[in-house]
């Protein structure tokens, strides 16, 4: 299974319960599909370093994070840093702080979009 994630990170949709909750086999489908993040065990989508290495493949995968990650300053401050566009999934708190939005928009210009107004 590991292998199977390795090549191709969606597959574990279609994995046993037990492997969704195993960290080697979800950090090795994040790292390849972002969106994997998805079928990930809930503990694991708590996970800083699960979640930013899904956010580094796709910005989009912060919408799969546990969402006391999206209203935590320092994780969501990392998250834009690789991603700009992961400010779309930010608390709107977050979305509408100052130093958030320019690390967001210095890695991606049109996160501005994501900002609050």
Excluded at 81 to 95: D, F, I, M, N
Aim: net charge negative; hydrophobic share 55%.
């Amino acid at each position: 299974v590991l292998a199977a994630v390795a090549k191709h990170g969606y597959a574990l949709e279609y994995a046993a319960a037990s492997l969704r909750e195993d960290r080697e086999v979800v950090l090795a489908a994040v790292a390849k599909n972002g969106h994997a993040l998805k079928h990930a065990a809930a503990s694991l989508r708590e996970d800083r370093e699960v979640v930013l290495a899904a956010v580094a493949e796709s910005g989009h995968a912060l919408e799969y994070a546990a969402a006391s990650l999206w209203e935590d300053r320092e994780f969501v401050l990392a998250a834009v840093a690789q991603e700009g566009y992961a400010l779309k999934h930010a608390a709107a708190s977050l979305r509408e702080d100052r130093e958030v939005v320019l690390a967001a928009v210095a890695e991606y210009g049109r996160a501005l979009e994501y900002a609050a107004a």
